[in-house]
């Protein structure tokens, strides 16, 4: 096949035209090497507004670039399976949609090499983590995938059987945090705090606690001790929390994603 873009984008969603920014930005691939498709006039505009060429249909995607990023809903997927399957021979397809496992995207795509990725929400500001599956894939088409990934925040290698397990933890996963920072900003706010204060407060005592865990060789458990001082203000916050039940909620939060990742996957 004689390609003339490098890479294909199928559905130029948020998360796709993110994707194409990081890989702007980094220098990876000039616009004039990203092909863009949407059925949406003002996806096809966001594409044109970052200088990439569109295409007119799914087939001049798959004839025109050696690499695609499906980055489509899943339910969508069924809608676009023929089309895609008629057109795509020996490309790789960079798969981000939840719950389509490898194998339902080999039996649809005939021919492809696939590479299954679960990138989350952060990656708009590039700060993302992307869970990949690039065991069908060669050294250079892994570097590139990789690269890709790595544009937009963090990429790490994780199988397909695993990626229901990805989507509950680091897929859903900002969703719980939002929901936690609002819950202390507005317990800050009851306690007499501006709201502003409290979301700067609460902010940056999430960054800092993160970065700590991420560059501490210690134990979690231990850096939680050394702040609950003996009979001072943590070891009470913290007593309330085990009390509540904390893990117990975390554990059953997180096992419910998974569980509806698992049903999604076997729709």
Partial sequence: MNYTHRLGVIGYGNMAEAIVSGILKSGLNRADEILAYDISDVRFAKAKSAGIYTAKSIAEICTSCRYILLSVKPQV?????????????????????????????????PGARICRCMPNTPALIGEG???????????AEKK???DIFNSVGKAVEIGDGLMNAVTAVSGSGPAYVYLFIKTMIDAAVKIGLSAEQAKELVIHTLVGASKMVEKSSEPIDILIDRVCSKGGTTIEGIKVLKEKGLSDIVSECVRAAYNRAEELSKL
């Fill in 77 to 109: 997927f069924s809608e676009i399976a023929a089309e895609l399957s008629a057109s795509v021979r020996e490309n790789v397809v960079i798969s981000i949609m939840a719950g389509v496992s490898v194998e339902k995207l080999l039996n649809n795509l």
């Fill in 129 to 139: 983590i992307t869970a990949v599956d690039a065991s069908m894939l060669g050294e």
């Fill in 144 to 146: 590139y995938v990789f």
